[in-house]
Nanobody, 127 residues
């Protein structure tokens, strides 16, 4: 079992930055791959980025590439999502998710690829 707790959400103006954190505990193997997803009201959950245990294998959705950076501090069992140049369309509930391995097909992952989920942290970007 893996427990995930997100933090760092908030409200920011367009062009601003936020850093989300995802603290993992429990089965280390089960959190070898950590991903960030987001879900806006009335929309499907959208994959944002993933990172593997080595900290170097990272994957991004095209919509955030060049603006968001995923990283991890293995000593703290924490994964971060640095979000820069935020846009109003980035407004959503952001969730972190974990699985034993990263599944990336055609440059993207799916919610079904992850077993463990956090409760989410809200990000609001105003224009």
């Amino acid at each position: 079992q893996v427990q995930l707790v997100e933090s760092g959400g908030g409200s920011v103006q367009a062009g601003g930055s936020l850093r989300l954190s995802c603290a993992a505990s429990g089965d280390t193997y089960g959190s070898s791959c950590v991903g960030w997803f987001r879900q806006a009201p009335g929309k499907e959950r959208e994959w944002v980025a993933s990172i593997y245990t080595d900290g170097f294998s990272t994957y991004y959705a095209d919509s955030v590439k060049g603006r968001f950076t995923i990283s991890r501090d293995s000593a703290k069992n924490t994964v971060y999502l640095q979000m820069n140049s935020l846009k109003p369309e980035d407004t959503a509930m952001y969730y972190c998710a974990a699985e034993g391995f990263c599944t990336v097909v055609a440059g993207r992952s799916r919610a079904a690829d992850f077993r463990y989920w956090g409760q989410g942290t809200q990000v609001n970007v105003s224009s």
